[in-house]
């Protein structure tokens, strides 16, 4: 394989797991298996992408080709870099803080209003995702409680 143009563009997750979804049914179709560490990696890769938190372990999934563009452009006026709005479709921050990790320099850019608008209409077009839910243990942080090292290494 030869890279004509590297970086002419960055794909987000979903797009990422939906090539592999369609490579693979391309191989069963003909009956044809790719070179064994191939397989290995296209596999390792999809459960990681499937696995939560990750927003496309939800099922069913809300992520379709039509909301991305849909959340491009309802995010279009406030001028999101590409790398911001990638994170975004990525992590799908369900929280202004959350949403505060993906976009630099949040609270001098926009206004409380427009950080929570923005929150909004990631839940409206990707849906809500609570992570939280998956990460609730026995007095981990989810539940309001501390984690220090020790809770992690456990």
Known sequence: MKVIESQTAVLSNYEVFEHLVDQRQRYKSKKRRGPGNLETVVKEL??????????????????????????????????????????????????VIGLNTVVEEMSERFTEDQQQEMVDII????????????????????????????????
Request: charged share 20%; no cysteine; aromatic share 4%.
């Open 46 to 95: 999809l459960q990681y992408l499937r696995t939560a938190p990750g927003p496309l372990s939800q099922e069913p999934t809300t992520y379709t080709p039509a909301s991305i563009s849909q959340l491009l452009e309802r995010l279009r006026p406030f001028d999101l870099s590409k790398g911001e709005v990638v994170m975004i479709l990525n992590l799908r921050p369900a929280s």
């Open 123 to 154: 839940a409206d077009v990707l849906g809500k995702f609570e992570a939280a839910e998956h990460n609730r243990g026995a007095g981990g942080a989810a539940e309001g409680g501390d984690v220090n090292m020790d809770d992690a290494a456990a």
